[in-house]
Each structure stands twice: as structure tokens, then as C-alpha cells.
């Protein structure tokens, strides 16, 4: 079984974010004390479409004309609130050699910069490559929209967003961004919705310290991990991620977050939640999980609290149980969890399992079908189980050890074990 904190630790997203340093971009603006409210000093002046050089600041409405390519260092930079940089179909590039060195209090190597934090800027409709940072908004900005953006080919992530509200990124592709696609820190009401992302070496979308902040409709393939996800109040919603090594994080000391109606598909993980509370899980479609050392987990609960998972449908080919009420590496033990309703298998492993010092777990109306091992393995007193079904699995429909809960109704046919269930009563 891997270690997640390890696994999370090793990921250059996850360990360098809580030290102020998660990529290379964003590492030399918070060295530089930019992210603290500090104000880069820029060059040029503002610049009319036919004018643009790189580097230029542009304060007005501005249309491109033409691409800005072969940038040594930023391309444009955004200096006034209110505006609109429109590509017009244009692309703005870099050189795709990392600015040697970068000075203090200063952004290095931007496609489009907003450092300063400008309110209600509008960036959209071209192309942004061979940056180390594609498109970059910090500091108190509010209202701006990213949108209709191709980002291909960053060294370290496509669109960073830190310290925001109202932030809208969507209906950008982003291809090959380095470590992370989109990147939402300490923002609120955000929304990051139908956009396309691939080939990130970290999380493709990292959603971290953030409240209120809706991530729908996203599409992501192809990466190292799917979402990561930190705060309060976030939703994660109809998002579709295949051919990924993870899924979908909820990261610990989330609150209420809400993971509903995500389509995940030939993934090393499905959902993992840690530490967090009030999480609800619902209405998902895991399907094919497994591969590399990935614990292949349908929805895994490691120290969660208040959790809820209901009305999921997994499928679990990895060495992993589909649903895991679990205390790996928290650590607390899990408890006042709720799987109601699910429908789940898994290859190689229990169908659902919770481990032996989870507290207060509630078991109720799940299906539990063709799993390598039991339908249902309740190791853990105090655990209620009730009106569950669980036919033909290969080993029993449901172990349950002796002080748990048979809340009654419980129904097991067809499996391995020819006595279809211990220490509670099966139909």
C-alpha cells in the first residue's frame, strides 16, 4: 500500500506550495515578497496594436495585429484596471530559454503579466508558448477573466492565479504547461470551467487555500495527477479526467467541499480525501483504476470526518478496495462517515472496506458486486450496516467483525464464501 503523504510530499506541486515556492515562477516571486502585496517595477510604456514590442505595458484596450514572438523575458504587461488585451486570433511567445536571472520584486519570463493585480482585465482569443509562466494575475486583482486562450509548451505552469476574487478562467486549452495547467491559490469565487488540459508533470489544475470557488466542466488527460483541491466551500463538478496516475485530491483541512458528477476513467486513483470534513462525494463514475504503485482506489477516505459518499458508480482494477474508509496515513482515524447508496467492485480487492478504528461509519444500501475479495469487509465495532446488498463476490458478501452494528435488511447471495456473511444476518 503507497504512502499518499509521501507520494503528496514528493510532488513538487504539493511541497513546495506550503513553503512558498511551488513552481519555479511562483518560487521567485515569493522569495522576491511579491505575493506578500509587493509591486514589480516594469519598463516600456503603453503601446498601441501596431506598436507592441515585448516587455510593452499596455494601460488602454489593446488588439493585436500581429504575433510578439521570440520574447528574451515578458511579453505584455498589464498596467491598468479595466482593460482588454485581445490576441485577435495572435500569438505571443517566448524564446523557451529561462531568463537567467531574475531581479528582485520582478516577474520573469510572463506571456501575459498582471503582477501589479489590475481589477477587471480581460485577457482572451490567442495563443501563449515558451514562457515559463503563460498568463499570471496576483494580488487583490478582482474580476478578471481569462479566456479562449491556447497556453502550450511553459516550463513551469500555464495560468497562476494568486490572491484573487472573482477570477473566471475558462474555455482555454492548455497543452505540455510543466508542472501545472491552472493554478488558483488563496483566491475566492473563482471559477475555472470547460477548459482542456494535458501533459502536466504535477496536478493539472491546483486549487489550494481557495473558498467558494466552482471548478466545472473541465476536461483533463494525461498528467501526472487531476485536481488538487484546498479550502473551503469549493466545488468540483462535471469534470472528465482520463488516462491520469490520480484524480481528483481533496487535500487536508478542507471543509465542505463537494465532488459531484465527475466522470473519471483509466486513472491510478479515483478521490482521495484527507483530514477534511463535511466532503461530499456524490453521483461520480470511477472506472478502471489501478497502475504504477497507485493504491488503485475507487474513493478513498483517509482520516476524513462528516464525510458523505453516495450514488457513485466504481469500478476498481487496481490491487485497491472501491471505497476505503481507511487510517493510512492521517493522522486521526476516520470517523462519522456516511456510504449510502453506491454501486461498486473491485478486481482485486473489497468492494468496500473500513478499517478497524473508524468511528461511527454508517453502511447503508450499497451494492457491493464481483469484487476479488468480499462485497463488504467491516473491520471496525460501531460500524452500522444496513439494507446492503452483496452478491457475487469471491470471498464473502459481507465480513463484519463482532460488535458491528447490523442495522438489518442486508442481503448476500451467490458468493465465494458459502456462508455469504458473519456477525450480522443476510437475507
Not at 515578497?33 to 517595477?41: P, Y
Not at 488585451?85 to 531581479?103: A, E, M, Q, R
Not at 477573466?145 to 509548451?153: E, K, Q
Not at 477534511?276 to 504504477?292: F, K
Request: glycine share 14%.
Amino acid at each position: 500500500m503507497r504512502n499518499l503523504r509521501a507520494l503528496r510530499a514528493s510532488d513538487r506541486v504539493v511541497t513546495t506550495i506550503k513553503t512558498g515556492g511551488w513552481n519555479a515562477a511562483l518560487a521567485r516571486l515569493a522569495v522576491a515578497g511579491l505575493l506578500a502585496g509587493g509591486f514589480m517595477a516594469v519598463t516600456g510604456g503603453p503601446a498601441q496594436a501596431s506598436a507592441l514590442h515585448c516587455g510593452d505595458v499596455i494601460t488602454v484596450n489593446t488588439r493585436l495585429s500581429s504575433n510578439l514572438v521570440g520574447c528574451p523575458d515578458n511579453g505584455i504587461v498589464i498596467g491598468a484596471s479595466n482593460i482588454t488585451l485581445d490576441l485577435n486570433g495572435h500569438v505571443i511567445g517566448g524564446d523557451g530559454t529561462p531568463v537567467p536571472s531574475c531581479p528582485p520584486d520582478t516577474a520573469c519570463d510572463v506571456g501575459v503579466d498582471n503582477s501589479a493585480g489590475h481589477s477587471h482585465v480581460t485577457i482572451k482569443g490567442g495563443s501563449i508558448r515558451q514562457f515559463d509562466t503563460g498568463v499570471l494575475v496576483l494580488g487583490g486583482a478582482a474580476g478578471d477573466h481569462i479566456r479562449r486562450l491556447a497556453v502550450s509548451h511553459t516550463g513551469s505552469v500555464g495560468i497562476l492565479i494568486d490572491q484573487t476574487t472573482r477570477t473566471v478562467i475558462d474555455h482555454n486549452v492548455v497543452r505540455d504547461p510543466g508542472d501545472t495547467a491552472v493554478a488558483v491559490t488563496r483566491s475566492a469565487k473563482a471559477r475555472v470551467a470547460s477548459n482542456v488540459a494535458s501533459g502536466a508533470t504535477g496536478y493539472a489544475m491546483f486549487l489550494v487555500g481557495d473558498s467558494n470557488s466552482h471548478i466545472v466542466h473541465n476536461r483533463l488527460t494525461s498528467s501526472e495527477h487531476g485536481f488538487a483541491i484546498e479550502g473551503t466551500r469549493n466545488v468540483v463538478q462535471r469534470n472528465v479526467v482520463t488516462n491520469s496516475l490520480g484524480s481528483i485530491d481533496v487535500f487536508d483541512g478542507s471543509t465542505a467541499t463537494r465532488v459531484e458528477f465527475n466522470r473519471l476513467s483509466r486513472v491510478g486513483d479515483g478521490i482521495i480525501v484527507g483530514v477534511a470534513s463535511g466532503t461530499l462525494v456524490a453521483h461520480n463514475v470511477v472506472n478502471r483504476t489501478g497502475g504504477d504503485d497507485r493504491g488503485g482506489f475507487g474513493v478513498l477516505l483517509d482520516g476524513s470526518v462528516g464525510s458523505t459518499i453516495k450514488q457513485n458508480i466504481i469500478r476498481a482494477t487496481g490491487p485497491g478496495p472501491g471505497i476505503y474508509v481507511a487510517h493510512l496515513d492521517a493522522p486521526t482515524p476516520p470517523s462519522d462517515n456516511r456510504v449510502i447508496r453506491n454501486v461498486t467492485t473491485s478486481k482485486n480487492s473489497d468492494g468496500i472496506r473500513v478499517d478497524p478504528d473508524a468511528a461511527a461509519t454508517l453502511l447503508s444500501r450499497n451494492l457491493a458486486v464481483h469484487s476479488g475479495d468480499d462485497g463488504i469487509d467491516v473491520r471496525a465495532p460501531g460500524t452500522t450496516v444496513t439494507r446492503n446488498t452483496a452478491n457475487a463476490n469471491h470471498g464473502l458478501g459481507i465480513s463484519a467483525v463482532p460488535g458491528v452494528i447490523d442495522g438489518g435488511g442486508n442481503q448476500a447471495a451467490g458468493n465465494g464464501n458459502p456462508a455469504q456473511c458473519t456477525n450480522i444476518a443476510c437475507r
